[in-house]
């Protein structure tokens, strides 16, 4: 237990800080905040809160929503903190030094959890492609007591060997129960991790297309939900009855309310359009003014595109002037009938031209006419015919995404298939040009994309590609559980192959990160001018560098010991600065700076918000340290610095209270109130 009196307490494992964080506590503070009547000594007041609430809070057992055995006991393990860490692996990475990107080697409910401090808040899009419930997917096991020596053991990091990681339907089954206790704490955890105005996609088929939506809208509200997108992936002729080759995916905001006030909407470029246009310029350039050949040039490039082409929607633009490829066929009706009828003088016979059925399309007689002098309403001969709206493509380049599209897997898979250079790696791969789409649709340069079920890792490859497109900056977070893949299993054969070739270990975190480097180098070679973060930062989880407190009531002399330096053996100071990142709350990514203070290694991460010296500190070296360390942070400037020391590492030449205490001083003296915490590890 931590000693309220000491001057540099120590952190151990069994304390709260060493954790991931406690989400009870934070979610009983934001209910404090709306109702600081209900809480008392951090609990919470049920009574004073139905009295508060009134009609509107429901008791009872019966109530609508959606429930199965181990619902509790999922949302419980969601909320309780983890106690491991992730460890960094430079050697896996690539470009350690400068990239904002992350992967992550782990069970992603313990990654979240992880990760929640640093990135709660700060993710624009989620997406992921979860196990389907088919009967043959992996379901993630967890292991409520213990979670992480769980993990380790089903990934064959300790013992002798690893766990498959599939079961079989036959003995272990595969029922709707067991699904949604694996999906649902994933998604309680993944709201965190949104913006206000952040927004979370969800791959799913038929089978649990329903369950699925219930608990979405139990997690983010109903209201929150934007609809599910249907992709066609392919034709099924021996299928006994219908042939369902589609998937879904579910799309909703964290608060549609804050998209709203926000006036957001969402629109995408035309496929094509800048391809129609390089072919309108060059024709332009040989054929002048000479109409007709543009426009066959023209004709002759939508003659090129196939019928399944996302560019098809082009070839209505048939017509061709100085505006480029236009249609005058629109429909100038205000929609649902019932709109404003004034009168319209044909501009040649001066007569008042037919109305249209449901009214003109333009609020006022003004606006009629603003819309005639920008060229987008054309008359016909007469007076006879209700005028045409004219759109011309050019000037018309966004648009709303539709709800159906036609993606077929074979595809996908071909794509996966050429950059592993012939080999069959994976089983329906997502396609890239549809999560490219997505990216493209819903998020902006600047962005933070995460996706914990990351497989083949296409999000990813994805956000490179629309950086290189757009000249963006996003930046992507992976989370993949290394999987065993297992020679001996048919479908999983060319994979392990591929990886036995490579020397690399047999697990799909492998295949992820090797597409990745794969994946970037293909978009640098796509786009060489492109200045695009093609690198990541591999991580994997691990247990906590603090040794848990085990004493031996045999030998207790010996435990008290040991405890004495709290850190497992084998762990680095790199390691420990990862925790303390973890820990502290700051991304993973940002700039270490290093500095020599009286002799000692010290860092300083997010600007100065952490700030650590993990060597050995005598009272000899107090003042020059804290003077030097108070120094650094008057010129880094964070509005608040967290500073840890290495506890074993304080009072080497034995003057072990001196040495906490003088630093300790110096510190608060020179800071003040600028220092969140000082404490060692």
Not at 71 to 87: E, I, Q, V
Not at 242 to 266: D, P, W
Not at 369 to 385: A, C, L, Q
Not at 559 to 578: H, K, M, T
Request: with cysteine.
């Amino acid at each position: 237990m931590t000693d309220a009196n000491d001057p540099i307490p120590q952190i151990t494992r069994e304390d709260e800080a060493a954790s991931s964080g406690d989400l009870v506590t934070d979610n009983v503070t934001r209910l404090k905040a709306l109702f600081p009547e209900i809480v008392t000594d951090g609990k919470v007041n049920f009574d004073v809160l139905r009295d508060l609430l009134g009609d509107a809070m429901e008791d009872g057992e019966e109530r609508y929503g959606l429930n199965w055995k181990g619902k509790r006991r999922a949302r419980a393990f969601a909320l309780t903190p983890s106690l491991g860490t992730l460890r960094p692996a430079p050697m896996d990475s690539i470009d350690w030094a400068k990239t904002q990107n992350l992967v992550v080697e782990g069970d992603n409910l313990e990654v979240l959890k992880l990760l929640r401090r640093s990135y709660a808040g700060k993710v624009k899009l989620i997406y992921i492609d979860p196990p389907y419930n088919t009967g043959t997917d992996f379901v993630y096991p967890d292991n409520y007591k213990q979670p992480l020596s769980g993990y380790l053991s089903i990934t064959g990091q300790s013992g002798d060997e690893g766990e498959l990681l599939s079961s079989d339907p036959e003995s272990a089954g595969r029922f709707h129960t067991d699904w949604l206790n694996m999906i649902y704490p994933r998604l309680l955890l993944a709201k965190e991790f949104l913006r206000d105005d952040g927004l979370i996609l969800v791959n799913i088929d038929d089978v649990e297309i329903g369950n699925l939506y219930a608990v979405m809208s139990e997690i983010f509200g109903e209201e929150n939900a934007i609809g599910a997108l249907i992709y066609e992936r392919n034709r099924k002729n021996d299928a006994k009855y219908f042939s369902v080759g589609h998937e879904y995916l579910l799309c909703f905001f964290k608060r549609e309310a804050r998209v709203s006030e926000l006036e957001t909407r969402f629109r995408g470029l035309k496929d094509g359009v800048d391809e129609l246009r390089d072919v309108f310029d060059k024709s332009r350039s040989h054929h002048g003014d000479a109409w007709d050949l543009v426009r066959e040039d023209i004709l002759e490039f939508y003659r090129s595109i196939p019928d399944d082409d996302t560019r098809q929607p082009l070839t209505r633009f048939r017509k061709v002037d100085e505006r480029g490829p236009y249609r005058d066929d629109g429909n100038i009706n205000w929609p649902g009938g019932g709109g404003p009828r004034y009168e319209v003088l044909h501009p040649e016979t001066g007569k008042p031209v037919k109305l249209p059925v449901s009214g003109w399309r333009y609020p006022t007689l003004n606006r009629f006419w603003e819309e005639v002098e920008k060229g987008r309403i054309v008359f016909g001969p007469d007076e006879i015919t209700v005028p045409r709206v004219r759109s011309n493509i050019f000037e018309n380049r966004e648009q709303v995404m539709t709800s159906v599209h036609f993606s077929y897997a074979q595809n996908s898979t071909n794509e996966l298939v050429s950059l592993f250079d012939g080999a069959r790696v994976f089983d329906n791969p997502k396609g890239i040009s549809d999560i490219t789409k997505l990216i493209e649709y819903v998020t902006d340069r600047e962005d933070i994309v995460m996706d914990f079920f990351a497989g083949s890792g296409t999000t990813a490859h994805a956000v490179m590609r629309q950086n290189a497109l757009d000249d963006g900056s996003r930046r992507y977070v992976l989370v993949q559980i290394p999987e065993i893949v297992e020679p001996s299993r048919s479908k999983q054969s060319a994979a392990a192959e591929f990886l036995e070739a490579a020397g690399l270990p047999l697990n799909i975190a492998e295949l992820t990160k090797e597409r990745l480097r794969r994946a970037g180098a293909k978009v640098r070679e796509e786009h060489p001018d492109a200045r695009i973060d093609t690198g990541f930062r591999v991580y994997k989880l691990d247990t906590s560098n603090l040794k848990p407190w085990q004493p031996d009531a045999e030998d207790l002399e010996a435990s008290i010991l040991d405890a004495v330096d709290n850190v497992l053996p084998g762990r680095s100071e790199d390691d420990l600065l990862v925790e303390l990142l973890l820990k502290t709350g700051i991304d993973l990514t940002l700039p270490e700076e290093k500095q020599s203070i009286a002799g000692k290694a010290v860092y300083a991460l997010g600007g100065g918000t952490l700030m650590v010296c993990l060597g050995n500190i005598s009272a000899n070296d107090t003042e020059a340290l804290g003077m030097g360390l108070a120094d650094w942070a008057d010129k880094l400037d964070p509005v608040q610095t967290t500073i840890y020391f290495k506890d074993t590492g304080l009072g080497a030449d034995g003057n072990r209270a001196a040495t906490k205490a003088n630093l300790a001083a110096i510190l608060r003296q020179r800071l003040g109130d600028r220092i969140a915490k000082i404490a060692s590890i």
